[in-house]
C-alpha cells in the first residue's frame, strides 16, 4: 500500500504538536524553577518591563521534538541510505537547527547570568558565519547529493540557473545568516516570531511537495507542529518565549530549507515580514547617521514602530500573519508557474 505523501506529512505536523503540546507544561515549569527568565530589551516599549520574568530559551520546545521526530522518521534512510533516497539529505536543515539553536542558547545563558546582552554582536556573527559555512559548503560540494545545489529557479520562466560553487557558497551563507537574524529583530511580540515562520514552512512544504522532494516537505510540516505547539505557549500574554534559542534556529533552518527547494529567490517574499523587520533596522541606523540621530521610524525593528503609535499588540501581531499568510500564497503560487 503507498502512503499518500500530503496526508502523512500533515499527521507528523499534528503529531508533533501534540507531542510537544503535553511536554510543554513540565517544560515551563522546570524553566521557572531554574529561574530562566527573560530580561527586557533596552528598545523595546516602556509597558513590556512587565514582561521581565517570563520563562525564555522557548526554542528548546521546538527543537527537541523536531530533532526527535525527525531522526526517527529517517532513521531507516540514515542507516542504510538507498539509491536515490534523499533521506540523508535532511540531516543538513537539522543541523542548521540545531547549531545556530546551540548558539542561541549560548547566548540567552549569558544574558541570564551577566544580566547583559549576552554574546559580542563579534562572536556571534563569528558563530554564525562558521555554521552557515559548513552548510553552505556541504550542500553546493555534495557530489549531486541535493537536487538544487548549485542553483536558482527564476520565476514564471520555467528555468534553473547554474551558479557556479565560488558564487552560490557566499549567497548559501548570507541568505543563511541574514535570516536567521531577521527572524531574532521579528521576536518582540508574543506569537509574532512564530506566526510568520509557520506560514513560510508551510508555503516550502507546498513547494517540497511538487518538486517530489518528500522528506523535505515531512520535515517542513514537523517544523509547522511544533511551531503551533509552542505558539500554544506563547499566545499573548506570553507563558513561555523563544529567545535566541529558538530565532536563530529557524531563521537559518527557514534559509536551508530555502535553499533545498531552489526557491530561495522567493523567500523575501514568502517571509516578508522577517525582511521588513530586518531592513526597517537598518533604515533607522543608516538614517539616524545620515542625520544626526533623527529618526526614520518612531522606533525599531518595524513591529514596534506600528505600536508606539498606536496599534495593540494584538492588531500587530494579527496583520503581520495575516500579510504572512498573503505572501507566503503569492510566493507559492509564483514557484508553481
Not at 505536523?13 to 524553577?33: M, S
Not at 547566548?107 to 559555512?133: H, M, N, P, V, Y
Not at 527547494?261 to 526597517?280: C, D, K, T, Y
Amino acid at each position: 500500500m503507498t502512503i499518500n505523501p500530503l496526508p502523512f506529512a500533515l499527521t507528523l505536523g499534528g503529531i508533533t504538536f501534540l507531542l510537544t503540546v503535553i511536554w510543554g507544561d513540565p517544560f515551563i515549569e522546570v524553566l521557572k524553577r531554574l529561574k530562566i527568565g527573560a530580561h527586557i530589551r533596552e528598545d523595546a516599549p516602556d509597558w513590556h518591563a512587565d514582561r521581565a520574568g517570563t520563562p525564555t530559551m522557548g526554542g528548546i520546545l521546538i527543537l527537541v521534538p523536531v530533532l526527535l521526530i525527525t531522526l526517527m522518521l529517517n532513521i531507516v534512510n540514515l542507516l542504510r541510505p538507498q539509491e536515490g533516497g534523499t533521506g540523508v539529505s535532511i540531516l543538513l536543515p537539522l543541523f542548521a537547527l540545531v547549531a545556530f539553536g546551540a548558539l542561541g542558547a549560548v547566548d540567552d545563558l549569558l544574558k541570564l547570568r551577566t544580566r547583559g546582552e549576552g554574546l559580542s554582536a563579534r562572536t556571534k556573527i563569528i558563530g554564525q558565519i562558521i555554521f552557515a559555512g559548513a552548510v553552505a559548503i556541504t550542500f553546493s560540494l555534495a557530489n549531486g547529493g541535493f537536487q538544487f545545489a548549485n542553483e536558482v529557479y527564476v520565476p514564471v520562466s520555467g528555468v534553473s540557473l547554474p551558479i557556479p560553487s565560488w558564487l552560490f557558497i557566499p549567497i548559501a551563507m548570507f541568505i543563511i545568516i541574514g535570516f536567521s537574524n531577521a527572524v531574532n529583530f521579528t521576536d518582540g511580540l508574543d506569537g509574532l516570531a512564530g506566526t510568520v515562520t509557520v506560514a513560510a514552512f508551510v508555503a516550502y512544504g507546498l513547494i517540497a511537495l511538487v518538486q517530489g522532494q518528500i522528506y523535505l516537505m515531512q520535515f517542513c510540516f514537523i517544523m509547522v507542529g511544533a511551531c503551533f505547539a509552542f505558539l500554544w505557549y506563547n499566545a499573548i500574554p506570553a507563558q513561555l518565549f523563544m529567545g535566541d534559542t529558538g530565532a536563530l534556529a529557524l531563521g537559518a533552518c527557514l534559509g536551508v530549507v530555502a535553499l533545498m527547494s531552489g526557491q530561495w529567490i522567493l523567500l523575501p517574499l514568502i517571509a516578508i515580514v522577517p525582511v521588513a523587520e530586518v531592513l526597517s533596522v537598518i533604515a533607522q541606523v543608516v538614517y539616524a547617521r545620515w542625520t544626526g540621530g533623527q529618526r526614520l521610524l518612531r522606533r525599531a525593528p518595524l513591529h514596534y514602530h506600528y505600536q508606539v503609535g498606536g496599534w495593540s499588540e494584538t492588531q500587530v501581531v494579527q496583520r503581520f500573519f495575516t500579510i504572512s499568510i498573503l505572501a507566503a500564497m503569492a510566493g507559492v503560487a509564483l514557484a508553481l508557474l
